[in-house]
């Protein structure tokens, strides 16, 4: 069993930055690759940051070179560092995992005004 909460959300100007957090419990949680997740209203959600076991990292487009990723494996935590926010990256923001199950967060929103 593994349980996800986010934290760190807010609202924020264009332009600046948050860090979300992601904190895990249950077994092996170092051994998972680890996405967030955003959705905004009225839209799917979709894949925003992937980071595997090893560290490896993958990116949406639409936030390459903004967004970055990272884990601490002794804390159970992954973060996704947001700089340069834009109106658009708007959305609830979801920590998702995959073992024998598929595993969620209750998100954290974010919003950015102009």
């Known amino acids: 069993q593994v349980q996800l909460m986010e934290s760190g959300g807010g609202l924020v100007q264009a332009g600046g930055s948050l860090r979300l957090s992601c904190a895990a419990s249950g077994n092996g949680i170092s051994l998972l690759t680890m996405n967030w997740y955003r959705q905004a209203p009225g839209n799917q959600r979709e894949l925003v940051a992937s980071i595997t076991s090893g560290g490896r990292t993958s990116y949406a487009d639409s936030v390459k070179g903004r967004f970055t990723i990272s884990r601490d494996n002794a804390k159970n935590t992954v973060y996704l560092q947001m700089n340069s926010l834009k109106l658009e990256d708007t959305a609830k923001y979801f920590c998702?995992?995959?073992?024998?199950?598929?595993?969620w967060g209750q998100g954290t929103q974010v919003t950015v005004s102009s």
């Open positions: 998702n995992t995959a073992a024998l199950y598929t595993y």
